[in-house]
């Protein structure tokens, strides 16, 4: 074995994940961020961020904006720091909100969890993923999560290639107009009940796309959204904890 593969073996960790509800991430990861009280210049700081997520009076992080790059926590070190927790899917798009002081976790809203999710899709649920102009980064790590590492296939979640066979719409990428009909098409063809997740920044809110004449969004305005999974791409453990929280409840 290189010196090079010993190297990463030790950076990272490792990667098989017997229980994947369990707190913990191999490797280096930024997850929900935690945005103390101290006193900074919150105009240089919100101009830091490519994306807007930054807002002011008080300090807060959109994580349905916001791309990790970290800038912000290299800039202001004192004022913000991403922790490792991956737990930050919602079924509430306002709870991706984060604001300063405030250090409770992200989790669903289960008086908006409806009721036919758990009822029908608590032990098998099969879904289509759409890259609507994704990068492949979001695609990527959803294919992950069908890996031994963490094998989300134990739990009945599966991605299917015909929508006629599944239970919903895994949304990736942030929409572009030759791809706003292909979507469509696809959401049609999934039967009813059905399931509607958007997953990673690009797709929850443009990303840095947003405003790009390129989009076309209006896609979003029409179905309401089970599951908000953010990151930039989202981490496996953030995906599949947030669907089985969405399809089983929060493990006791």
């Not at 990667?15 to 369990?22: A, E, L, N, S, W």
Request: contains cysteine.
């Amino acid at each position: 074995m290189l010196i090079e593969d010993i190297m990463i073996l030790k950076r990272l960790g490792k990667q098989f994940i017997p229980d994947v509800t369990k707190p913990h991430v191999p490797g280096p990861f930024k997850g929900r961020p935690e945005i103390s009280a101290a006193k900074v210049d919150e105009d240089a700081l919100v101009s830091v961020c490519p994306t807007g997520a930054i807002g002011k009076a008080p300090v807060s992080i959109d994580m349905g904006k916001c791309v990790m790059c970290g800038e912000c926590a290299f800039a202001f070190p004192d004022k913000i720091k991403f922790t490792a927790d991956y737990k930050i899917a919602t079924n509430v798009r306002e709870r991706l909100i984060v604001i300063e002081g405030d250090t409770s976790p992200i989790a669903l809203d289960e008086l908006k969890v409806r009721k036919e999710i758990r009822s029908l899709f608590g032990r098998s649920l099969k879904l289509r993923e759409v890259s609507a102009a994704g990068s492949n980064a979001d695609e990527q790590e959803l294919n992950a999560c069908g890996n031994p590492n963490f094998d989300m296939g134990r739990f009945g979640i599966e991605f299917l290639a015909s929508p006629r066979h599944c239970d919903g719409v895994v949304i990736t990428g942030p929409i572009s107009e030759n791809m706003a009909g292909p979507l469509q098409i696809c959401y049609d063809a999934v039967p009813s009940p059905k399931i509607l997740i958007l997953v990673g920044t690009d797709t929850i809110s443009g990303g840095i796309f947003a405003g790009s004449g390129a989009l076309d969004r209006s896609f979003l305005d029409k179905y309401p959204v089970d599951l908000y999974v953010p990151g930039n791409p989202p981490h496996p453990l953030t995906f599949v904890n947030g669907v089985l929280e969405m399809i089983r409840g929060k493990k006791k």
